[in-house]
């Protein structure tokens, strides 16, 4: 039920009838065992666990300004990507190049890195975990662009790296040598461009909210944001009804705009005053 969206309180409630209705059954020598007895719930989400952590817009041109300072340039593009797209690091880990379609302007995610499992000099790869994981993602023109220049670079040095520690990948986010990106490294690198940029402290997992608050500051409905892949889950899209003060202040303001519209409308209806 929680993979429905549906809160923990509302799955007690559920579970509540059903143990009653089975407890009858039993009763009735229907059936000898409840299976609703020793249901586990998950752990309602505090209001400290459900604030939302994010950088803005311009916080957004900082960091990825930063980003491309670095000595290794694949953690701009990997975090742009992160950010455009609100994939999941180890989806972002385990791309590789067949599963982009420039013609079609798509990212094709079929499976996963089991970064936590690996253990040095192995990769984990594993399909996603549920049937939602398996999806295709539009590209923005901004992803498009520096996906096919990271292509381009990469190009450049393929003649020095015949001899591959993997050779029979073709990961998307790798470094110069094409050994691709761990899970360690990315942490350090987000947290050493966070720094120097002086942001907030907030982990790469906070980049796929990014994602959500940018596109409602954009206008982009809840409603619409649940149909994009990736947020389809309702019950962590609530988290994304946070609306920044900017995001509010804007709504007032159309409001003001169309009441004075109205007003100003009226005004020029009504009949001049007798004296």
Not at 17 to 42: D, Q, W, Y
Not at 47 to 70: C, G, P, R, V
Not at 132 to 138: A, C, D, E, I, Q
């Amino acid at each position: 039920m929680y993979g429905l969206g549906l809160a923990t309180t509302t799955i007690r409630l559920i579970n509540g009838t059903l143990h009653n209705v089975l407890k009858k059954a039993i009763s009735l020598g229907m059936i000898e065992i409840n299976p609703c007895n020793g249901v586990n719930f998950r752990k309602s989400i505090t209001s400290k666990e459900k604030e939302l952590h994010y950088f803005n817009k311009d916080q957004i041109e900082t960091f990825l300004a930063y980003a491309k300072e670095e000595n290794e340039y694949i953690y701009y593009y990997f975090f742009l990507t992160t950010i455009y797209t609100a994939m999941r690091k180890g989806e972002l880990m385990a791309l590789q190049w067949s599963n982009v379609d420039f013609l079609r302007n798509t990212i094709k995610i079929d499976q996963t890195r089991l970064y936590r499992k690996e253990k040095r000099g192995q990769l984990e790869l594993s399909t996603p975990k549920t049937e939602s994981g398996f999806r295709t993602l539009v590209m923005s023109k901004t992803v498009k662009q520096a996906l096919l220049e990271l292509k381009n670079r990469q190009q450049n040095y393929l003649p020095f790296y015949s001899e591959r520690k993997y050779p029979n990948t073709d990961f998307v986010f790798c470094f110069k040598n094409f050994n691709p990106i761990a899970d360690r490294t990315v942490n350090g690198a987000f947290e050493r461009i966070s720094k120097k940029a002086k942001l907030p402290k907030i982990k790469v997992h906070d980049l796929r909210h990014t994602h959500a608050v940018l596109l409602r500051q954009a206008g982009v409905s809840l409603e619409d944001i649940q149909g994009i892949p990736g947020h389809k889950n309702p019950t962590a899209t609530l988290i994304y009804t946070h609306i920044t003060e900017e995001v509010k202040q804007s709504a007032m303001d159309k409001l003001d705009s169309h009441m004075e519209t109205k007003t100003k409308s009226n005004a020029t209806k009504m009949p001049p005053k007798q004296f």
